[in-house]
């Protein structure tokens, strides 16, 4: 089948963390292009761009830092999403090779985590939107927020691709005049485009905080590229990605920090996004609001459906799951109601927490991004026997040991680095004036310490394994798969 293929699989996803076979694999490689756009062209995003600018950082070198940090890293990122068409597996059941099938439980509980730590922001976001613009309470509202990204999760792969298209291109209307309307009507403090005015440490958060945002989307990326067809090419599928991603989170974080500088202290996320739209006519703040939280809902269904795939992986490790709607409705609801519930007992304190969130989600995914990327690219160069994933007694065995220490390892040697705001400042971070350098530290020392402990791995074996068992792979897949 093409990569130009139409759809072929219609109405509730059934699939959930087994191999897609190689007859349902349908959609077009440039979809990836707006879903990346649109999960990223959204008010959590924006609010990544505030870090620089509530620092104590000048308007310029906050957008210096958020485009650096934004290319640093997409890269990264966009790497991950070429596995998922050519080993037709969601991204986080990948990490049984690098960190074996009970091992991997240790990223797996983290990405969920994170899945329910984004969702609980998007669902604030969301309500504050809808309760602004409509009335109604917060709470009930993130209740509607939740129950609409669940339907959406629930349908799956297919209609999420379609909706984040359709989103897209509202996004390009609203979005469009929103953006040009802050760029003429509002204004800006004095200095705030100064180059002489920079300072290592609201730069260095700016850029963290940014590239730990991109990189904590590597654990979704493979799940929304995995049905695609195995011909399309690793360097096509990381551009549609990249260029996606980088281009949405750009946009909405350089409003972000936009925003911040003109509201100055007085700045709270969707009051400022209210006032800004109504400089550039009236009504218009409640116009993107409105149009906001779809976004926000359409995200909240990515972080459902990732979410979902990686409890569903972690209930395997312990007792074999067979890939059932029934499976993926059990684990969808659970993860939306721990999302809902989170919502509704978080504090006001939205900025704050969502700083520290954001860079505890860089800390633990930094080594991992490592590792996986490192295993893929250059250790097995993309070769994996797929059955043996799913084999507790597999050539990849119960404890990956090699990318354990390559994670934990690379972790330990960030920490003196950590600055979490209040939370945790470590002594080379101190040294550095509170200067946060733990990406470049982390992403080194586990790649390379990866690399030296895999010398031995015989990646022609697996080779051979996984050319042995492709076709009662695909035989399986079709077996598993629900009437």
Known sequence: MSASAEPGVSGLEVRSIDYVPLDERHGKLWHLGPLWFM??????????????????????????????????????????????????????????????YLGALLVWLFAYVQYAGFNVFNSILAADALHRTLHGGVKPWAAVVTVAALVVALVGYDVIHKAERFLTYAFLVVFGVFTVGVLVTLHYPAGSFDLGAFRWTPFLAQFGVVAGYQISWAIYVSDYSRYLPPDVTVRRTFYWTYFGSALGGIWLMVLGALLAAWAGGNFE?????????????????????????????????????GGSLTLISGIDSFRRVRPALGVRLLTLGLTAALSLAGALAATSDFLKDFNDFLLLVLYLFIPWTAVNLMDYYVVRRGHYAVAEIFD????????????????????????PFFSVGTLYTGPAAKALGGADISLFVGLPVSALLYWCLTRSVDVAAETRLAEAGAA??????HEHREP
């Open 472 to 477: 009662a792979l695909e035989r399986a897949a």
């Open 269 to 305: 996320t969707i009051t400022s996004i209210d006032a800004a739209g109504d400089e550039v006519f009236a009504g218009f703040g409640a116009i993107v609001l409105l149009f906001a939280s779809l976004g926000l809902v359409s995200v909240t269904a990515l972080n459902m459906y």
């Open 392 to 415: 507790p007694h597999g050539v990849y065995g119960r404890w990956g040991w090699h990318g354990i220490i390559a994670y934990l390892g690379g972790f330990a040697v960030m920490i």
């Open 39 to 100: 999960s990223n062209a959204q008010i959590a995003t924006l609010a990544v761009g505030l870090i620089g600018v509530t620092e104590g950082g000048n308007l310029v070198w906050s957008l210096l830092a958020i485009v650096a940090g934004t290319v640093t890293g997409t890269f990264f990122m966009a790497f991950h999403s070429a596995q998922g068409p050519q080993l037709g597996l969601p991204q986080m059941i990948q990490s049984r090779p690098q960190f074996g």
